[in-house]
């Protein structure tokens, strides 16, 4: 049912609508014509008493920015990605290219399906090597968190080396402040 249909239409209460609402203005926009249970309608007065809702159009934006749902990949993995797309690309003008050649009987047609076979092999390759190139970085900069987590073990590590060097520094520290003297004790 649309708009014109809408104005003419009786509601539940026997109430038909008779306000008037601007061309620009969607349903959504108002609340018009919305009969009450009694059988009145509200917003008709306020429509047509407010003559200036005309001239006070609002801002309205042509689209709202939301945030990104994804983190944005790692740079070797965009790398990758980008690569294998440029080769998937290549590979299937490649192969319409050889179809093409095929259909119309050309001499170029034998060349074209080898490199075809060639580019599907090195597509395939690329491919792979996002994935490979994905599962290294999660590996190498902890983003698994899994008990088999090589980035855990590395992480566990360092943080020893770091524990026994600060301890280290202590000691010397504490031999500085007494003088130097490498006694025990004080007698």
Do not use: K
Request: proline share 4%; glycine share 10%; charged share 25%.
């Amino acid at each position: 049912m649309g708009t014109a249909e809408r104005r003419g239409a009786s509601r539940a209460g026997g109430a038909r609508l008779t306000g008037h609402q601007s061309v620009d203005a969607t349903d959504r926009d108002s609340s018009e014509g919305v009969a009450e249970p009694g059988g009145q309608e509200t917003g008709v007065l306020t429509r047509e008493a407010g003559h200036g809702a005309r001239e006070r159009q609002h801002y309205r934006p042509l689209w709202v920015e939301e945030p990104a749902r994804r983190r944005r990949l790692p740079d070797p993995v965009r790398t990758a990605a980008v690569r294998a797309v440029l080769l998937i690309a290549v590979t299937l003008i490649q192969a319409m290219v050889a179809f093409l050649c095929t259909l119309a009987g050309s001499w170029l047609a034998f060349p074209m399906v080898i490199s075809s076979v060639v580019s599907t092999i090195a597509a395939t390759w690329g491919a792979l090597d996002v994935w490979v190139t994905r599962q290294v970085w999660n590996q190498r900069n902890g983003v698994v968190s899994v008990p088999s987590s090589t980035a855990r073990a590395l992480r566990r590590e360092r943080r020893r080396t770091r524990r026994q060097e600060r301890a280290a520094e202590r000691t010397q520290e504490r031999i500085r402040r007494r003088g130097g003297t490498g006694q025990l004790s004080h007698s």
